[in-house]
């Protein structure tokens, strides 16, 4: 059950106008579900976005941010709750341990290294959380490519591929994700 999920998304909010939609959609949609937003706590970008329109829905939004970003005034004030951290360590730690389950946004850097220790994680079986990548107007396509790729040259198994729930429509993948099984292979390394 998802009772709150974690939302990986950039602190820009790109340069088309979808992705803010997307992220002000993804929003509303938790609030009206009723699921509870955990992000990185920016007022910035699509964390902002997000964080305002799950705010103006009536949901509950909780931001986690070490204290250096906190310092560089990029807090957002008005969240139901926000934990201030040492490091980005300890942020991503306390995000994952509050979340029922992961859902990436278009990003960038951070966006992926959120979301690629979420899949590792649910890989190494240090949890069994569903992790979603919504892939607006094709934004993570390479990425999902990448994936295929690294499935079809031994790296990846099919099984651990199937960690990454994908979609376009936010309605629908967050439908998926409150009906997800992470899939667990018994052996994942080969010797």
């Known amino acids: 059950m998802l009772r709150q999920i974690c939302v ?16 002000h959609r993804t929003g509303e949609l938790l609030a009206r579900r009723k699921i509870g937003l955990v992000y990185g706590g920016g007022d910035v970008g699509l ?43 300890e942020r991503k730690a306390l995000m994952a341990d509050l979340s029922d389950g992961f859902l990436a946004l278009p990003g960038a850097w951070g966006t992926l290294d959120e979301l690629c220790e979420a899949l590792t994680w649910a890989q190494l079986r240090i949890h069994g959380k569903p992790c979603g ?17 690294a499935v079809r040259e031994g ?14 429509d936010p309605e629908a993948l967050i439908a998926t994700l409150l009906t997800a099984r992470v899939p667990a292979a018994d052996k994942w390394i080969e010797r």
């Open 8 to 23: 990986y998304c950039g602190s820009s909010a790109g340069s088309r106008p979808v992705y803010r939609e997307a992220a």
């Open 155 to 168: 790296f990846l198994k099919p099984v651990h591929r199937g960690l990454l729930l994908s979609g376009t």
């Open 47 to 89: 964390m902002g976005v997000v964080a305002d329109a799950c705010l103006a829905a009536g949901g509950e939004v909780i931001g986690v941010m070490p204290q250096a970003l906190v310092e560089r005034e990029i807090a957002h004030q008005g969240l139901t709750r926000l934990h201030i951290v040492r490091s980005m360590h």
């Open 133 to 149: 990548l919504l892939n607006v107007e094709g934004y993570f396509d390479g990425l999902l490519a990448f994936a295929d790729h």
